[in-house]
């Protein structure tokens, strides 16, 4: 079956309008776009790590999730058909799905190793990779630090000022986390 020729027309008409609205984004902006989204999502990241990290760190609790609760028989639903998919190709997937994912805890705790030592680590630390503890009936809630009481924690360390406020505590991490956009994402951050 043959693509129709109204059909060409539509592809080429749509591929002319995107390089067209492309053309017409300055670099400068794709640039600064590329960069906002390279912050942000250095951000999502801090605020997973340590779901992730405890996601794979057992390989095969990792993999055996892949059965869980699923019936006997996959099915994968491409455009035009279903095809049975058998257990080996989802162990694959799975396995593949593993690796990225390690890989992804690797680079962010090489990342991590790399501004340890400079100021305002701290505020990295406990404002993605920790969590407050608070009781709500009997369950026990996690949340994250604010600004203000990590700028209180941090005031009572040595290096830090005792008068240390929340614009501080946030220019320090809004440093950090720009200097890890750019060992994660390269130079898409900058």
């Known amino acids: 079956m043959g693509v129709t020729k109204e059909t060409k027309e539509t592809i080429i008409t749509t591929i002319d309008e995107v390089f067209k609205k492309m053309n017409s984004i300055s670099w400068v902006d794709r640039q600064k776009v590329m960069k906002e989204e390279a912050f942000k999502n250095t951000e999502k990241i801090l605020y997973c790590y340590q779901t992730l990290k405890e996601h794979v760190e057992d390989e095969k609790e990792y993999l055996d999730m892949a059965f869980h609760g699923k019936s006997a028989s996959f099915i994968t639903y491409s455009k035009n058909k279903a095809a049975p998919t058998d257990e080996e190709t989802i162990l694959r997937d799975r396995k593949a799905s593993y690796e990225r994912s390690l890989n992804d805890v690797e680079r962010i705790e090489k990342a991590l190793h ?64 720009k200097e890890m956009a750019v060992l994660l994402f390269g130079s898409d951050a900058i």
């Open 114 to 177: 790399k501004i340890q030592d400079r100021k305002g680590y701290e505020v990295i630390e406990l404002r993605y990779l920790s969590r407050k503890e608070s009781e709500e009936g009997n369950k026990i809630k996690e949340e994250l630090y604010t600004y203000e009481e990590i700028a209180d924690i941090l005031a009572k360390q040595e290096g830090y000022n005792d008068n240390l406020n929340e614009k501080t505590v946030r220019t320090y991490k809004n440093t950090l986390v």
